[in-house]
């Protein structure tokens, strides 16, 4: 009898060991599954992001209006008025502007194809501007030609308050004329008698 019941002991312990065990499995198993269905729905968060789903930033860029001198078919110069960034060292951007020409097919560049602003300096009312080689070595000649380019340079630079002369260089030379008529030694001011109005 003793035997008997010892045996459905044993049986009943042994029942119960592997019901908890299988339990634990399930339990672990069903864990597993759920991580698994978990990064599955976060993966698409880690997807690259795709530039064209990016929202457009407009340009504030502020604007400031400009005049640029540049040349008639009479020996004179003609204003352009042009809407450029206003950014710090605005005689610079100007003169830039200078140096790719006109936007009026009526009138004509006053700086020799290939021309580059080299520097530009603003010390004391005197602007020292700074061009490469091609203002000379690249100039069509003719003192009609020469006088339209140094007074647009001078007379585009003293627009600005800060500016009362304009000392022309050549690759970081003072030189004495640009094609031989008007001597550009010295500190020129603003010549206003060859601007004409179209």
Same mark, same amino acid.
């Given at each position: 009898m003793k035997a008997a019941i010892k045996f459905f002991l044993y049986m009943g312990l042994i029942m119960i060991i592997l019901y908890t065990s299988g339990c634990f499995y399930n339990n672990d198993a069903g864990s597993g599954k759920m991580k698994e269905e978990i990064i599955t729905l976060e993966q698409p968060d880690c997807a690259p992001t795709n530039e064209a789903t990016l929202p457009v930033i407009a340009d504030t860029t502020e604007k400031t209006k400009v005049v640029l001198y540049f040349a008639d078919d009479n020996g004179n110069l003609v204003a352009e008025r042009r809407e450029i960034p206003k950014v710090v060292g605005i005689a610079r951007r100007t003169m830039q502007e200078l140096? =790719?020409?006109p936007q009026n097919s009526a009138i004509s560049p006053t700086l020799p194809a290939g021309?580059? %602003? %080299?520097d530009i300096n603003i010390r004391d009312g005197l602007c020292t501007v700074n061009f490469s080689k091609q203002l000379i070595t690249a100039h069509s000649g003719g003192s009609a030609m020469e006088n339209q380019t140094v007074y647009s340079i001078v007379n585009t630079l003293t627009q600005f308050r800060t500016v009362e002369r304009v000392q022309i260089q050549v690759d970081g030379r003072i030189v004495d004329s640009i094609a031989g008529h008007i001597d550009v030694s010295v500190p020129l001011? =603003?010549?206003?008698d060859i601007i004409n109005s179209l």
């Amino acid at each position: 009898m003793k035997a008997a019941i010892k045996f459905f002991l044993y049986m009943g312990l042994i029942m119960i060991i592997l019901y908890t065990s299988g339990c634990f499995y399930n339990n672990d198993a069903g864990s597993g599954k759920m991580k698994e269905e978990i990064i599955t729905l976060e993966q698409p968060d880690c997807a690259p992001t795709n530039e064209a789903t990016l929202p457009v930033i407009a340009d504030t860029t502020e604007k400031t209006k400009v005049v640029l001198y540049f040349a008639d078919d009479n020996g004179n110069l003609v204003a352009e008025r042009r809407e450029i960034p206003k950014v710090v060292g605005i005689a610079r951007r100007t003169m830039q502007e200078l140096c =790719r020409g006109p936007q009026n097919s009526a009138i004509s560049p006053t700086l020799p194809a290939g021309t580059e %602003l %080299l520097d530009i300096n603003i010390r004391d009312g005197l602007c020292t501007v700074n061009f490469s080689k091609q203002l000379i070595t690249a100039h069509s000649g003719g003192s009609a030609m020469e006088n339209q380019t140094v007074y647009s340079i001078v007379n585009t630079l003293t627009q600005f308050r800060t500016v009362e002369r304009v000392q022309i260089q050549v690759d970081g030379r003072i030189v004495d004329s640009i094609a031989g008529h008007i001597d550009v030694s010295v500190p020129l001011a =603003r010549n206003s008698d060859i601007i004409n109005s179209l």
